[in-house]
């Protein structure tokens, strides 16, 4: 199936938008990591580490490093993306979980109010993504085939959309009550994660997610699908499902 035909089939939301073709070099091919380079890393993190990026001094993000990591042992990463009129950050119920799981969360801030990918303009996002995952891949040792991409609300609907279009650079997608699916593109197959809420008034579960999941598996994507009683929030027992997913 061509590409242009498949991303006719996954456009689909609650809300319209135009699509912007943006150029986003695959994270995977940036200058392997020299022995050099590993020798100015930081060193074990007794504790949890939260850092800022340091990247933008307007709008920027955050990093956390999980307790007990080490230079010696790869960690995965995941990419968490906040939700509409949000920023960057690591709550302390995601900071646990990447305890648990060893996991390095990088968590940047849009360029926007929200994600460019709900407005129609992706380029700004992506490049500073871009800028993001090289530099903490560039800091810290991470394992670069579990490179995972999450978010909620308005995080779901560009992690969805992100995981699609770079399926061969995110492994494994979560997306928690989706507004909007709409790849600029589509690569790769990453098995795919949705919750949704079924009292849900700002993401109405029958005119997205509900939609999604049989559009995706239809399409050969391999879906794990949540529904659980609730508004548009994100239940401990659902992260804690999501991460514990994509650690398999």
């Not at 990591?33 to 955050?62: C, F, M, N, Y």
């Not at 920023?87 to 979980?97: C, H, I, K, N, P």
């Not at 109405?204 to 999941?213: A, E, G, L, N, Q």
């Amino acid at each position: 199936m061509k590409v242009k035909l498949l991303i006719s089939h996954l456009v689909i939301g609650a809300f319209g938008a135009t699509m912007a073709v943006a150029a986003f070099p695959k994270v995977m091919s940036a200058q392997t990591v020299t022995q050099a380079d590993q020798s100015a890393r930081p060193g074990p993190v007794a504790e949890g580490l939260r850092v800022e990026l340091k990247i933008d001094t307007a709008r920027d993000g955050a990093l956390y490093v999980p307790k007990g990591y080490t230079v010696e042992r790869p960690a995965p990463l995941l990419l968490w993306l906040h939700g509409a009129g949000g920023t960057g950050q690591v709550s302390d119920m995601l900071g646990a979980l990447a305890d648990e799981f060893g996991y390095i969360v990088l968590a940047p801030d849009s360029r926007e109010w929200t994600w460019g990918a709900i407005l129609g303009r992706w380029d700004a996002d992506l490049d500073f993504i871009q800028k993001a995952i090289r530099q903490v891949t560039f800091q810290y040792s991470v394992d670069r085939g579990r490179i995972f991409v999450g978010g909620f609300s308005d995080g779901a609907s560009f992690s969805l959309s992100l995981g699609i279009s770079y399926g061969d650079t995110f492994k494994r997608v979560y997306a928690g009550s989706p507004g909007v699916m709409q790849p600029i593109q589509a690569n790769g197959k990453p098995p795919i994660f949705i919750s949704h809420g079924t009292e849900d008034q700002t993401m109405p579960i029958d005119v997205t997610s509900r939609k999604f999941v049989p559009r995706l598996k239809a399409l050969g994507y391999e879906v794990t699908y949540r529904e659980y009683q609730g508004r548009h929030q994100l239940p401990p027992e659902i992260l804690r499902e999501a991460i514990e997913w994509m650690s398999k």
